[in-house]
């Protein structure tokens, strides 16, 4: 288990935490000094209440929890947040009520989770040739077989 290091940046931000020793994303919850109304088809930043610094060549992914996303119609308005492993702002969510009714957050409230995963950093390097792959250039949009 990597040791990652974390600070408060408001007094009653709640840790990122994980539910159950499966689970694979850490819930993040909402730090709030009063409910927070989100308004049919509006978006609005929640703060998390901390910063985090993530090792090197890390990438924190926020994804939507499905029980909010379905009972109440709140997600992330960018369906996949990422948080480079350089950022040490304040991690907040921006969260978009894709329903016709209006929604209140509440502190502590379990508001989106995070996957922390590898990535690898490329060079990018213009080229006339690709290398030929069964798949090929079918896919979507395109007229092939995919």
């Given at each position: ?94 969260l978009h009520n894709h329903g016709s009714t209006p929604r209140i957050v509440t502190h502590g409230e379990r508001i989106a ?34």
């Amino acid at each position: 288990m990597q040791n990652v290091p974390i600070k408060r940046l408001r007094e009653k931000a709640i840790f990122p935490a994980y539910a159950t020793a499966g689970s694979a994303g850490a819930d993040l919850y909402a730090c709030l000094d009063e409910p927070v109304e989100i308004g049919p088809h509006q978006t609005v930043m929640i703060p998390l209440g901390y910063a985090l610094a993530l090792p090197e060549g890390w990438v924190g992914l926020v994804f939507a929890r499905s029980g909010l996303a379905y009972k109440q119609d709140l997600a992330p308005a960018n369906k996949v947040g990422v948080i480079d492993c350089d950022y040490r702002g304040e991690w907040m969510v921006p969260l978009h009520n894709h329903g016709s009714t209006p929604r209140i957050v509440t502190h502590g409230e379990r508001i989106a989770q995070m996957i922390v995963v590898p990535y690898l950093t490329l060079q990018f390097t213009e080229t006339d040739d690709l290398d030929e792959t069964a798949r090929g250039v079918g896919g979507f949009g395109s007229t092939g077989t995919n």
